[in-house]
């Protein structure tokens, strides 16, 4: 890393990416107990640990257990001495009538709180633990995944060889369901593993077995027709390998439905018509079994269906259908979340289904024989997902950006499933995490803003505030005195949209000076970029928001038009028009931005970005070369043409082919004046394929640039892979980005198709 930062700038850039300790606490998952109101959670290091209940009815926090009584049982019952001070454990499962599980130095043991009486565990908890298989995904490496539980325990589901199969907890053994699975013609199963990770959605599949366990929800994959694309593996010695490409336009996964009777292990494919260019996922089964839900995406996704499948017969009836000008769902959220936002009550009377028909994602409660039968969220803002249903108590309990003057925060809301007024139950703006109680009579949320760090409060179902749990400890993180975050909100390139970001500012800031700045872009219709909560980052990727700013940048963020959470207008700007307006917005924040604060050095701007934010890092160095100076795209996807994740938004190519040729980066070479890198994994075959011949047309354009390539690196760099990159990226900006003014004049370019590009994307 070439830096002309003092020592101490080094260090502190390097802790905050890896920024361990510098906030702690805050944040508390609920573990629920048995009574499905209270929870517990584990405090204090390996040498001090205590685990706290909280007392559904009251809030109140103690012990759930007496640390030296249990120690004191435990360490009788192996006849040694116990180490630390603490319990010797930090997880445990509530089995009822105040017993708990715990695991010790690999052995499991039951406590009875009644006695502090410990005994060992007869059947081991291990064997009634998933093992992990993997499963294909999508223009990706496989995934590794847990094996899906029968509601009775009695089995494990998963994929092997390309066949479904069973396991008995603690067998080592295989039972096949399937055997004609094949190479490129493989069996799959949904799993609970592909769901958002801070929701538990009841009623919502979480599991292809239907209640009793007799059937499986399966689905058998023929990629056959799928392009292969090779590319090298370097590990102990090269192996060349390949992976399934669906392109636009081209071959995708032909995907058919199926239902296995368990127990006579008979398959039965689903009459659903045709299979080619749809998309399937599981909603879930009826309670008695007698029906599954699943939806049918189109290829382009502008239709969906609800179809029910009886898996006696075969039979397929469809619930309801919706159709739309342009997308109808996130391709992303439904088919890497599994997240088609049907929720299945639990007594089987009905689906909640979300729907933009209005111009704003809502939920809608439809009976099963399709009909509406009310709204039950409505107004100009976007309600999110379904959190919990109430059925006893009449309740749905929503997420939903609801606070119009900070469109960005996410609250839990709760409506009446017999209609009425949507009441908002959080009642801190920012970012609110919540975990609703399996009895639906508590929850807890964790809030925090960018300038405001983690606390966890506990709620009862209407709103009312038990207590607070705990909050963050910032001490360490205050006593580097970093600079501070702000959000913004600036206007966006048509002279009327608002748009909302964040800004990282250095350390003792002057004013009085010139800072050169950095955009983290993303800018797609897939997510939103910008962090609306508190954190250091999970990742090194939004670590270096913070950690640039300890050698001397400004660092902002924005969620341009056509990115998702506002409204249906604001997403569908992407449509057929992508990288028309998303550079001219960062443009407008950035002028904008820089009238407000004299600090914004507006002839020093970097710009870097990750997959569609490296698309568009390079689009705005050839768009706005006079704006964006210095670029980073790391694993850039610059060719619409070989992913078929940009249909959906560019629509179909024999559509939209000026769409697709606009889109391609390719052309946009000769615009580039600018320094850029470009960052690639080998292991990433279509997005490493695109770098290549990115650097390829540079080449020919005669245009001076950095290529970084990755051996073995996938989308996502690890480890070693990942600071090398970090390396390169903060050097490649402390290189060209600290210069006070930088020569941007172009090259000689004597090819004239070349000086023609050229001259075409500077007027654009």
Known sequence: MRSVHDEESLQRFDRFMDPVGLVVGGRVVPNWLSDGASFWYAQGGPSDTVILRVDGATGHVAPLFDVHRTRQALGALLRRDLPNRGLPFETVADLGEDRYRFSFDGADYVLSTRDYSITPEVMPSLAGTPRMYERPRWLTKPIRVPEVPAPD????????????????????????????????????????????????????????????????????????????????????????????????GGPLDIVQPYVIDVSARQVRALDVGTCEDRFFTLIGWLPDGSEVLFTRHSRDFKSVEVLAANPKSGAIRTVLRESAATFIAIQHEVLYGANNHATLLEDGSGLIWRSASTGWNHFYLYSLDGKQVRALTAGEFPAIDVVAVDLWGGWIYVTAHHDQERPYDTHLCRV???????????????????????????????????DRPFRTDFHAADGRHLTTVE???????????????????????????????????????????????IVRIYAAPSTSIVAHGFGLGDCSHSRLDHALTELGYVVLSVDSRGTPGRSKAFHDVVYRNWGREEIPDHVATLRELAQRHSFIDLDRVGIW????????????????????????????????????????????????????????????AAGIVGKLMLVCGTADPMVCSNTLQMSQHLIRARIDHELVVLPDAGHRFENADDAYFVRKLVGHFETHLKQRKLALVPPAVTDRRSRDARQRLLRR
């Open 416 to 450: 009446g499933l017999s209609g009425g007024t949507l009441e908002r139950l959080t009642p801190l703006d920012g970012e609110n995490v919540v975990y609703v109680s399996p009895a639906r009579k508590t929850f807890i949320a964790i809030n925090s803003r960018p």
């Open 609 to 668: 970005g990750h997959s569609w934010g490296g698309y568009f890092a390079i689009r705005a160095m050839a768009q706005a070369p006079d704006v964006f100076h210095v670029g980073v795209a790391t694993a850039p996807a610059v060719d619409p043409y070989d992913a078929f994740l940009f249909e959906p938004y560019l629509d179909l190519p024999a559509r939209a082919e000026a769409a697709y040729e606009y889109a391609s980066l390719y052309s946009s």
């Open 471 to 517: 909050r963050a400890n910032v001490a360490a993180l205050e006593a580097m005195n970093p600079g501070g975050s702000e959000e913004f909100k600036v206007t966006a390139a048509d002279g009327k949209t608002a748009l909302w970001g964040v800004m990282h500012k250095p350390r003792d800031l002057d004013a009085r000076k010139k800072y050169p700045v």
């Open 153 to 248: 325990k009695r089995w494990f589901a998963s994929i092997a060889q390309g066949n479904v199969m069973l396991r008995k907890p603690g067998s080592d053994e295989l039972i096949a369901l399937t055997t004609d699975g094949a190479r490129d013609f493989e069996w799959d199963i949904e799993t609970a593993a592909f769901q958002p990770a801070t929701m538990t959605l009841p009623g919502r599949a979480q599991t292809p077995w239907s209640p009793e366990g007799r059937w499986l929800f399966a689905t058998k994959v023929d990629r056959r027709a799928v392009p292969d694309l090779p590319y090298v593996r370097y590990r102990h010695r090269q192996e060349t390998t390949t992976m399934k490409i669906q392109r636009a």
